[in-house]
């Protein structure tokens, strides 16, 4: 049972336009949520990261909307460039000593100059 | 800072044979390493947990005897596949999480052994 969903595959972008990808999350014991990007054949890159007593967090381009409610979160990227280009994953971390962190399958993001 | 080693970036073996990857934390000490491992499109899947000075602690569905995990030193973590077969081709990710850091939930990774057995 995924406990992390990013139900996108894939999304193309023009560059200059924004850029939102989503990821649906099940496990209520999760307090943090974390955006990382990844090129082929290289780690993850940590991104933005949100604790879930806030529900907007803001780091330049980037800016990681969570909706608790709706077990919901969101990363949007403004103004989209072609360096973004890469793939997104969206991981949760739940509340105790261990912080383990459940990836979602990703996102590729595509930004077209 | 925060910066993680992996080594080698790339391996191919023959089957049967163990390969070792190492996990360094350059410029951090960590107490807690974690395993992953990628297959082709698919998202980081968590082989174990890596606790400096004690055993690591595995995941459901991995094979402890298979993957050996030793984490001898605050900066330095292994991964032994032991008897490697071609379906443990993969690539192999480590992270570190920096104590103290933001409430430690950020880990930061390695660049990934892409490991391919023959």
């Known amino acids: 049972d995924q406990q992390v969903k990013q139900n996108s595959p894939s999304l193309s972008v023009q560059e200059g336009r924004i850029s939102i990808l989503n990821c649906d999350y099940t496990?209520?014991?999760?307090?943090?949520f974390l955006w990382y990007k990844k090129y082929p054949a290289e780690g993850p890159t940590f991104l933005i990261s949100?604790?879930?007593?806030?529900d907007k967090n803001e780091d330049g381009r980037f800016t990681v909307f969570l909706n608790k409610s709706a077990k919901h979160l969101s990363l949007h990227i403004v103004p989209s460039q072609p360096g973004d280009s890469a793939v997104y994953f969206c991981?949760?971390?739940?509340?105790?000593?261990?912080?383990?962190?459940?990836f979602g399958s990703g996102t590729q993001l595509t930004v077209l100059p | 800072g925060a910066v993680v080693s992996q080594h080698p970036s790339w391996v191919i073996c023959k089957s049967g044979t163990s390969v070792k990857i190492e996990c360094r934390s350059l410029?951090?000490?960590?107490?807690?390493m974690f395993w992953y491992r990628q297959f082709p499109k698919q998202s980081l899947m968590l082989m174990a947990t890596?606790?400096?000075?004690?055993?690591?602690?595995?995941e459901q569905g991995v094979e402890k005897d298979k993957f050996l995990i030793n984490h001898a030193s605050l900066t330095l973590s292994t991964l032994t596949v032991t008897s490697a077969h071609p379906e443990d081709s993969s690539f192999y990710i480590c992270?570190?999480?920096?104590?103290?850091?933001?409430?430690?939930?950020?880990?930061?990774f390695g660049p990934g052994t892409r490991l391919t057995v023959l």
């Open positions: 992270s570190a999480r920096p104590p103290g850091l933001a409430g430690g939930h950020e880990q930061f």
């Open positions: 496990n209520s014991m999760f307090d943090y």
């Open positions: 949100i604790s879930s007593i806030k």
């Open positions: 991981a949760a971390s739940p509340l105790g000593s261990a912080r383990q962190l459940t």
């Open positions: 410029d951090f000490q960590a107490t807690t």
């Open positions: 890596s606790n400096e000075g004690s055993k690591a602690t595995y």
